[in-house]
């Protein structure tokens, strides 16, 4: 995946992890590679406990990756002191998945989105309200809604502080963590719709992560599918619709609901048989085999490789690739 220019997120071989007990470790992400052009939006898709939300918490640097490169505007932050990574943190900030959990009650929305400012020294504290003030008008909320607290607020409206929040230092690359899955459906639209507005206004860089693909379709330009902490299948948008490759990435767009009750009936929904396997102690060769109507032996034996199909459509399948 080194043919591509304008790499402005590089993320080389990431792995992430976890000591559970004495020798044993949870794989939570394990070995994936991806880059995101400036300017675009990269959706990271699939099951829950599958490893994306570790990515995108390691990418911010949340989590210490365990081995791995991440390259951000040509700088590998995971070499950064830490003065380093303060000052670099100005250009990478998340919107987290729980509006409820994500917002410090004690604070008024004017102290939260002013944090990261006062943590950076960013202007007095006359500028420091006007930005505030421009931040909430941004985001559909009005200025007077600064002196107040998260509790008095809706989900949508405190989804639109933590977007307001991120947004305060100017960031340019923004990983949004599940943002509206906490949201009633009603409201789910209206932050895509933000999210994607602002993107254009300000020229944001996304890396939006979801287990909802009909959202995801929405947002993004291009998709990475995720499984027990691997990359599986990466294109874009339209490709990846209408040329599923592997065999996960065509049970998650089976279950995608139709509006239509006609076609909704005719739908062949792909049932995957098992269970998620344990990250602690996944499967040999493709982690997917054991779920996997089409695995034979060699899949057992040997990891598949992430390879591309065509010039930015990749799959990591012994079935699909064995012939390339």
Request: some cysteine; glycine content about 6%; proline content about 4%.
């Amino acid at each position: 995946m080194d043919n591509h220019y304008d790499k402005f997120v590089l993320v080389e071989y990431l792995q992430k992890y976890f000591r559970v007990s004495g020798k044993q470790k949870l794989k939570a992400v394990d070995g994936i590679s991806f880059y995101i052009k400036r300017g675009e939006t990269l959706g990271l898709v699939g099951e829950s406990g599958c490893g994306k939300s570790t990515a995108g918490k390691t990418i911010l640097g949340l989590h210490k990756p365990t081995n791995g490169k991440i390259i951000i505007d040509g700088q590998d932050i995971t070499k950064l002191s830490s003065k380093e990574k303060k000052q670099f943190t100005r250009k990478i900030q998340m919107i987290f998945q729980d509006p409820y959990a994500s917002l410090n009650p004690r604070m008024t929305v004017s102290d939260l989105i002013a944090e990261g400012l006062t943590i950076h020294k960013m202007g007095s504290k006359d500028t420091k309200l006007r930005k505030v003030h421009e931040l909430l008008k941004l985001v559909g909320l009005n200025k007077e809604h600064a002196s107040r607290f998260p509790h008095e607020f809706s989900g949508g409206q405190r989804q639109r502080i933590g977007i307001a929040r991120a947004l305060a230092i100017e960031p340019e690359f923004i990983i949004c963590d599940e943002p509206v899955s906490a949201l009633d459906v009603s409201i789910q639209a209206q932050v895509i719709n933000l999210l994607i507005k602002l993107q254009k206004e300000l020229h944001l860089t996304y890396l939006f992560i979801a287990h909802d693909l009909s959202m995801v379709r929405h947002i993004s330009d291009r998709i990475a599918v995720m499984y027990l902490g691997k990359l599986v299948e990466i294109a874009d948008t339209t490709n990846l619709f209408e040329n599923t490759l592997h065999p996960y990435t065509k049970a998650l767009l089976s279950a995608i609901p139709i509006a239509d009750p006609h076609y909704e009936d005719k739908k062949q929904s792909i049932q995957l048989r098992g269970e998620l396997p344990s990250s602690i102690n996944p499967p040999s060769g493709c982690t997917f085999r054991t779920r996997c109507e089409f695995a034979t032996s060699a899949c057992a034996e040997k990891e598949p490789k992430l390879i591309a199909i065509t010039n930015d459509h990749f799959v990591a399948c012994h079935q699909v690739t064995s012939d390339k």
